[in-house]
């Protein structure tokens, strides 16, 4: 039997351009009937203006409240954290989410996890997550990747850090670039066991779903 979906779920926009990877994201795992918690940095607000035409607020109520009513998110079932919201739970070791994605992934939040900085609150609760054993991926949009970069990859991987670049697959044929970013969310759900049916999976008949 596989494991069950985690019920909470903290995913962090950052910087790095692949915006809607992330917010498809959280939009599948609210519709899995997950509890989100999102952080954001200051460069992801631009990215998010730039790439999707999104204005996300500098007050993470509002923002909570914005995404919420965007993807239909049950009471509760969404909260925004500041970065420097130091008393939310994923700072602690005692109230970590069930698994966590960086989701766009910077290389400098790259490197500051791999480093156990935890100079902000995405730092800070990937580093929990780290130290408590739970699932942590982190999708990092870089091309090439230097030295340095796969240095720190390398360093989170051996530590049990998933590394998923969101490279698309072609093999089932992708019509729309909605079809290419559900691919790359479908590896990052398949990761943290949140069932979905965003695509075919490999060997199965048409018709059969995934």
């Given at each position: 039997?596989?494991?069950?979906?985690?019920?909470?779920?903290?995913?962090?926009?950052?910087?790095?351009?692949?915006?809607?990877?992330?917010?498809?994201?959280?939009?599948?795992?609210?519709?899995?009937?997950?509890?989100?918690?999102?952080?954001?940095?200051?460069?992801?607000?631009?990215?998010?203006?730039?790439?999707?035409?999104?204005?996300?607020?500098?007050?993470?109520?509002?923002?909570?409240?914005?995404?919420?009513?965007?993807?239909?998110?049950?009471?509760?079932?969404?909260?925004?954290?500041?970065?420097?919201?130091?008393?939310?739970?994923?700072?602690s070791g005692s109230n970590p989410a069930d698994a966590m994605v960086v989701c766009p992934c910077t290389m400098g939040t790259l490197a500051g996890i791999a480093a156990g900085l935890s100079q902000n609150l995405?730092?800070?609760?990937?580093?929990?997550?780290?130290?408590?054993?739970?699932?942590?991926?982190?999708?990092?949009?870089?091309?090439?990747?230097?030295?340095?970069?796969?240095?720190?990859?390398?360093?989170?991987?051996?530590?049990?850090v998933v590394i998923l670049p969101p490279s698309p697959g072609f093999y089932n044929h992708p019509q729309t670039v909605g079809e290419m970013v559900d691919f790359v969310v479908a590896r990052v759900l398949d990761?943290?066991?949140?069932?979905?049916?965003?695509?075919?999976?490999?060997?199965?008949?048409?018709?059969?779903?995934?």
């Amino acid at each position: 039997m596989s494991p069950a979906a985690p019920q909470t779920v903290a995913v962090a926009f950052t910087g790095a351009s692949g915006m809607p990877y992330g917010m498809r994201l959280v939009e599948c795992l609210l519709a899995a009937g997950c509890t989100v918690w999102l952080l954001y940095s200051q460069v992801a607000q631009i990215v998010a203006r730039q790439e999707m035409n999104l204005e996300l607020p500098s007050r993470p109520a509002e923002v909570e409240a914005q995404l919420a009513a965007r993807f239909q998110a049950a009471q509760g079932q969404l909260r925004v954290f500041g970065r420097e919201e130091w008393f939310a739970p994923l700072a602690s070791g005692s109230n970590p989410a069930d698994a966590m994605v960086v989701c766009p992934c910077t290389m400098g939040t790259l490197a500051g996890i791999a480093a156990g900085l935890s100079q902000n609150l995405i730092e800070r609760a990937a580093d929990v997550a780290i130290k408590e054993g739970r699932k942590l991926v982190l999708v990092p949009r870089e091309t090439p990747f230097s030295a340095i970069h796969l240095e720190n990859m390398l360093k989170l991987a051996r530590l049990g850090v998933v590394i998923l670049p969101p490279s698309p697959g072609f093999y089932n044929h992708p019509q729309t670039v909605g079809e290419m970013v559900d691919f790359v969310v479908a590896r990052v759900l398949d990761q943290i066991r949140v069932p979905h049916r965003l695509m075919q999976r490999w060997g199965e008949a048409d018709g059969e779903g995934a």
